[in-house]
C-alpha cells in the first residue's frame, strides 16, 4: 500500500564490524533489531545477526582512491535470525548495496538497501540509513 508508506517505516537498530582486506574485499559481523511487516500484514519484532563478505563496487571499476566522497559497495552474507513468538532459530541469506557519503576520514552517512531471506520467510526492504564511522589502523 504505498498510499501510507510511513506504516512500513519504523525504527531499528543496526551494529556492524568489519575489515577490509584489500581496497576491494572484506568481511563484516552484523546484529540486526527491527520490526518486520510479514506476508499476513502482521508486525514482529525480529532480531538476526549474520557474517557478509563486503565488495567495493567503486574501488574495483575506478580504482581505490582514499579521497573519494561517494562509494557503493555489495554485500552477500548468511545470518541467522528470530521472530517474535516464535522459539526457533531461522537461518537465511541476505544481500545488500550501500551507498556511503565521505565527510571525513572517521565518519560517513550511509544507505543501504537489503534482501533477506530465510528457510521460513522471505524480508524484502529491510534498508536502513545511518551514520557509519571507522578507525584505521
Known amino acids: 500500500n504505498f498510499s501510507a508508506p510511513w506504516d512500513y517505516a519504523r525504527p531499528s537498530g543496526y551494529i556492524g564490524i568489519g575489515h ?20 499476513t500484514d502482521v508486525r514482529k519484532k525480529h532480531v538476526a545477526i549474520g557474517v557478509d563478505y563486503l565488495l567495493g563496487l567503486s574501488n574495483l571499476f575506478y580504482g581505490v582512491n582514499p579521497e573519494r566522497k561517494l562509494e557503493l559497495q555489495a554485500a552477500a552474507g548468511m545470518n ?54 571507522q578507525i584505521k589502523v
Open 20 to 39: 577490509w582486506f584489500t581496497g576491494v574485499h572484506g568481511v563484516r559481523l552484523n546484529g540486526q533489531f527491527a520490526q518486520t511487516l510479514t506476508s
Open 80 to 133: 541467522l535470525g528470530n521472530m517474535e513468538n516464535d522459539h526457533r532459530l531461522s537461518y537465511g541469506l541476505e544481500g545488500s548495496f550501500r551507498g556511503l557519503w565521505h565527510l571525513n576520514p572517521l565518519l560517513s552517512l550511509f544507505v543501504e538497501a537489503k534482501m533477506q531471506g530465510y528457510n521460513t520467510l522471505c524480508v524484502p526492504g529491510t534498508d536502513h540509513a545511518g551514520i557509519a564511522t
